[in-house]
């Protein structure tokens, strides 16, 4: 990266414009008109930098809405919060409490994982909390399902058949000649 160097002038040029309260861009583009150079915005505003001139006073134009006697000007103050805004009620804001679904007429036998047979049936129970352990239903399965008949009804929508079924699949090694 080249070092930039300003001629007195420009700097010169540069400080009377600052204190005139223009933006780096404006002081760029009237310093680049001036003098036939091409310096952007980002060089002006390290120019000024390190010039000094960031924390002098510039002239700035009058606030737009003049201030109550009595108080002191900020350009940004805080505003409250409109208070007619239509917000929801705070019911509305409040997670709904979970519901535990229950099978009736099923009692699980709550088995681990590990203890988990290929025909037993593998709907969870627990695991809400932390440190819960995770125990399954271990039912007989329902014939194409992951799942006991009342655990099946409950993980299925009624009256729609499933997208497909569970079966063995028979694989095919192909050759290519």
Not at 55 to 74: D, F, K, N, Q
């Amino acid at each position: 990266m080249e070092l930039g160097h300003w001629p007195s002038e420009h700097s010169d040029a540069l400080r009377d414009y600052f204190l005139k309260g223009l933006s780096y861009a404006e002081i760029g583009r009237e310093i680049n008109a001036r003098f036939g150079t091409a310096y952007t915005r980002n060089a002006v505003a390290g120019r000024v930098k390190r010039l000094g001139l960031v924390g002098s006073a510039r002239v700035t134009s009058p606030p737009i809405v003049p201030c109550l006697p009595g108080e002191t000007c900020l350009l940004s103050a805080h505003r409250p919060a409109l208070p007619n805004l239509i917000l929801p009620p705070k019911s509305a804001m409040k997670p709904a409490a979970r519901v535990k679904l229950r099978c009736v007429g099923v009692q699980p036998r709550l088995i681990s994982f590990a203890e988990l047979a290929a025909g037993d049936c593998r709907y969870p129970y627990g695991g809400e909390r932390d440190g819960e352990e995770i125990t399954f239903c271990g039912h007989p399965r329902q014939p194409g399902s992951s799942y006991c008949t009342p655990h099946a009804r409950l993980t299925r929508r009624t009256g729609v058949a499933p997208a497909r079924t569970a079966g063995p699949v028979v694989l095919r090694l192909v050759f290519a000649a």
